[in-house]
């Protein structure tokens, strides 16, 4: 079994600062890639960043980037999503997961999902 928890989440005015958590238990997870998605209430699940376990390649969505970043320490099994600038639209629930193979841009292709923490940016 595979365990993928969040946490960070939260109430933040629109150009405050939040940095989520991901800590990873069960498994080594060093052959897995992380994704951080979102889904806002009545909108699909979206992929918003990713990050290489083996070499630490990171990507991410045109509507954070230069706004969010994506970090992981393998010795804590931990991976982050630091986010800056918030806006209103950036509020959803903020889910991670990870992925052995497939599109990292597809919420199709991951293995494993956290239960999501809630991120509310206020105007």
């Known amino acids: 079994q595979v365990q993928l928890v969040e946490s960070g989440g939260g109430l933040v005015q629109a150009g405050g600062s939040l940095r989520l958590s991901c800590a990873a238990s069960?498994?080594?997870?060093?052959?897995?890639?992380m994704g951080w998605f979102r889904q806002a209430p009545g909108k699909e699940r979206e992929f918003v960043a990713g990050?290489?376990?083996?070499?630490?390649?990171?990507y991410y969505a045109s509507s954070v980037k230069g706004r969010f970043t994506i970090s992981r320490d393998n010795a804590k099994n931990t991976v982050y999503l630091q986010m800056n600038s918030l806006k209103p639209e950036d509020t959803a629930v903020y889910y991670c997961?990870?992925?052995?193979?497939?599109?990292?841009?597809?919420?199709?292709?991951?293995?494993?999902w956290g239960q999501g923490t809630q991120v509310t940016v206020s105007s």
């Open positions: 997961a990870a992925i052995k193979n497939g599109n990292p841009y597809s919420a199709r292709g991951y293995d494993y």
């Open positions: 069960g498994r080594t997870f060093s052959n897995y890639a």
């Open positions: 990050i290489s376990w083996s070499n630490g390649n990171t």
